[in-house]
Antibody, heavy 119, light 108 residues
Framework: QVQLEQSGAEVKKPGASVRVSCKAS????????MHWVRQAPGQGLEWMGV????????TYAQKFQGRVSVTRDTSTRTVYLEVRGLTSDDTAIYYC????????????WGQGTLVTVSS | EIVLTQSPAILSVSPGERVTLSCRAT??????LVWYQQKPGQPPRLLIY???SRATGVSARFSGSGFGTDFTLTISSLQPEDVAVYYC??????????FGGGTKVEIK
């Protein structure tokens, strides 16, 4: 079955960077986009960016342009999210997900990774 | 950027009542709309895609409708297990996505 396994919780100091990984299994990894969505405590879902399945490129929400990088390693079926210049506002659960859009109803989410930014 | 506005923010409903949630776009998104259900401590779960198609395994209590800018998620008879936050998102500018702010459904 489809599984998206994310790396464990992180605690970072303001100004630091964090990298979260998402390892996919059970489907054709190279056929689907992989999105990153975050959710601050008690808040809604916020789309950050997406790894394109071909060509290795990524598309980002304007809010995160220049501060976030999404990369894909096809050999290990893993997608990475890096966030730089962390502030307390970046404290959130970060989800990787192959989200229903052009490929509906294919829709699968990772378990989420809690990133806490605190001095 | 196409913005999605969900209303109301919070809905308190008695068991067995009909529930209607709204998701409105600032410009036409055709039928490129998805509805999710999210319970505490869980990632979102797909309910409806292409505005009105029910995902596999989703109860027939849930239905979606709409086209263009106005969309509705209806729960025909609220059950206790339906308590959750419901989000819409559009994929009109795929692969970019935009989520609505969510509607919290509570039991009265």
């Amino acid at each position: 079955q489809v599984q998206l396994e994310q790396s464990g919780a992180e605690v970072k100091k303001p100004g630091a960077s964090v990298r979260v990984s998402c390892k996919a299994s059970g489907y054709s990894f190279s056929s689907y986009y992989m999105h990153w969505v975050r959710q601050a405590p008690g808040q809604g879902l916020e789309w950050m960016g997406v790894s394109n399945p071909t060509g290795g490129g990524a598309t980002y929400a304007q809010k995160f342009q220049g501060r976030v990088s999404v990369t894909r390693d096809t050999s290990t079926r893993t997608v990475y999210l890096e966030v730089r210049g962390l502030t307390s506002d970046d404290t959130a659960i970060y989800y990787c997900a192959s989200i229903c859009g052009a490929d509906c109803p294919f829709d699968h989410w990772g378990q989420g990774t809690l990133v806490t930014v605190s001095s | 950027e196409i913005v999605l506005t969900q209303s109301p923010a919070i809905l308190s409903v008695s068991p067995g009542e009909r529930v209607t949630l709204s998701c409105r776009a600032t410009q036409s998104i055709s039928s490129n709309l998805v509805w999710y259900q999210q319970k505490p401590g869980q990632p979102p779960r797909l309910l409806i895609y292409a505005a009105s198609s029910r995902a596999t395994g989703v109860s027939a209590r849930f239905s979606g409708s709409g086209f263009g800018t106005d969309f509705t998620l209806t729960i025909s008879s609220l059950q206790p297990e339906d308590v959750a936050v419901y989000y819409c998102h559009h994929y009109h500018n795929w692969p970019s996505l935009t989520f609505g702010g969510g509607t919290k459904v509570e039991i009265k």
